[in-house]
């Protein structure tokens, strides 16, 4: 019987594991070494809100923080503080706070900042007062060379369950002001420059659509949408105004990672959800071809680099990729809105991958880790792990400075814990070759934004859920149900016959 007991309690720690791992926290100075040397990381930074007697590192403005995007210039970082419902800017180097830009609007009041509905997202549900809330944001990217950062809401704080319209807001990152704001579909995740800067895509994790927002020119009072594609079905959503549903699943195929392909010609958006795999976007011709299959399920974030088609697979903890060109081939010979292409590079790393980045000679692939609350590195050459970092529990976001020698993670948390906190890393490569030569001082971002038009008048006001790919409780309880109970009966069978 003693044995019977340890092993229920075993059984019982780890279920309770794998619904939530252990909190740990990153100590600034640790570092973390390939076993070759070929890669060094250094923990230099955080900011944090877990621990109030630590004020070097305190800040009450990092509230789930769920990205992160470093300015192209290398000047200066942003980071979404969700629950915040707030965008952070930060000082690269000196880690000094310059702003914080709060997404609380009133519809009276900050009128002029919005275009004309588009017509492509009527509100079927709420009526009244639709542009008076707090946005909460989620990911971001720049268009125009750094000019203008674009942030899309998880939802209007109103709308409980993400269900009707949300908004995103365009930041002109010289004054590092709100100077736009648009509608968006339901539940957007992600946002997506175009290489050639003629389009910003925003995929919906919500109703299985993703949106184009024509941004040709330097005005943001002449941008607007041309296009709404719909990836297989649109979801018909008429969910409850009162008792809030976790929207993380049964979202269908719950769109997540985005990318242009370098020659614009596709657009790719990974599936995380439903049938799973990567809807494809023919830029062209304006139409959706259908979804790749053939990868592991659960894919989170995409990137390309050298000619390769990287991919996180949150639930399994690897990273994957493919040669583009033989994923295009695939793609270009779908049927019936489906394909399949076989042959993926697997490297495991640690449970939940989340958001990945290259380094710049594409080298090494940096994985935040959800689950391992680690920062992974992947050699490349070898689709190896060669490196695991402490990060503060739990990270998702992830952006990699244009020299490759900063890092930056954020840690939104879980119902446990955890969270609340942006590690900054220092990386340091034993081959000098890895580090480019920047020779112009000035970014691309500062050239462009010299010849911009001047911005419109700027706005002056000062997951949600469980994170994504978590699993729901009722099934941990029903898994470790289905464990245990027959076990006893087998422990049991086995005293008495002993």
Request: hydrophobic share 35%.
């Amino acid at each position: 019987m003693r044995n019977l007991l340890s092993l229920l309690l075993l059984t019982l720690t780890l279920v309770a594991q794998g619904a939530n791992p252990p909190v740990i926290h990153s100590r600034i100075g640790q570092t973390t070494a390939s076993a070759d040397s070929s890669v060094v990381v250094k923990l230099q930074h955080k900011m944090q809100q877990f621990n109030w007697n630590d004020k070097a590192t305190l800040d009450q403005d990092i509230f789930s923080p769920k990205s992160v995007n470093i300015h192209p210039s290398g000047k200066k970082f942003y980071v979404n503080s969700l629950e915040g419902c707030a965008t952070v800017v930060y000082e690269m180097d000196t880690w000094r706070k310059l702003k914080v830009i709060h997404h609380q609007f009133d519809e009276v009041r900050d009128s002029a900042l919005w275009t004309k509905p588009s017509g492509l997202f009527p509100f079927r549900h709420y009526t009244r007062h639709l542009n008076t809330f707090s946005g909460k944001p989620v990911e971001s990217a720049f268009s125009h060379g750094g000019r203008y950062l674009w942030v899309p809401y998880y939802r209007r704080t109103y709308d409980i369950n993400a269900q009707d319209p949300s908004a995103m807001a365009i930041i002109d990152t010289q004054t590092d002001s709100i100077v736009r704001m648009m509608e968006t579909g339901p539940l957007p995740k992600m946002v997506a420059c175009s290489h050639d800067g003629r389009y910003m895509a925003v995929s919906h994790w919500g109703d299985n659509t993703v949106a184009l927002v024509n941004i040709e020119g330097n005005d943001p009072k002449a941008w607007h949408y041309e296009k709404l594609f719909i990836v297989d079905y649109q979801l018909k959503l008429n969910l409850s105004m009162t008792q809030s549903v976790n929207r993380d699943v049964n979202s269908g195929y719950t769109l997540r990672g985005t990318v242009f392909t370098p020659d614009d010609h596709y657009l790719l958006v990974g599936c995380m959800g439903g049938g799973g795999g990567i809807a494809v976007i023919d830029m062209q011709s304006m139409e959706y071809l259908g979804r790749v299959l053939g990868m592991m399920s659960n894919v989170r974030h995409l990137i390309i680099n050298d000619g390769w088609l990287y991919l996180s697979i949150n639930g399994g903890g690897y990273v994957q990729r493919i040669r583009l060109d033989a994923f295009l081939d695939a793609a270009r010979q779908m049927k019936d809105h489906k394909g399949r292409i076989d042959g993926w590079e697997n490297c495991k790393v640690l449970g939940g991958a989340r958001t990945i980045e290259a380094s710049p000679t594409g080298h090494y692939i940096f994985a935040a880790c959800n689950a391992g609350s680690k920062l992974c590195v992947v050699d490349t050459r070898t689709m190896k792990m060669i490196a695991q970092a402490d990060v503060d529990s739990y990270p998702v976001g992830l952006d990699i400075s244009k020299d490759g020698q900063t890092v930056i993670t954020t840690s939104q948390g879980r119902s446990n814990g955890g969270g609340n906190a942006v590690n900054i890393f220092a990386v340091r490569y034993a081959d000098s070759s890895e580090v480019p030569v920047i020779t112009d001082p000035q970014s691309e971002a500062d050239d462009q934004a010299a010849q911009a038009t001047p911005a419109p008048s700027a706005q002056t006001a000062s997951g949600e859920a469980e994170p994504e790919g978590s699993v729901p409780y009722g099934l941990i309880g029903g898994a470790a149900v289905a464990v245990i109970v027959p076990l006893v009966f087998y422990f049991k069978k086995k005293d008495k016959n002993s």
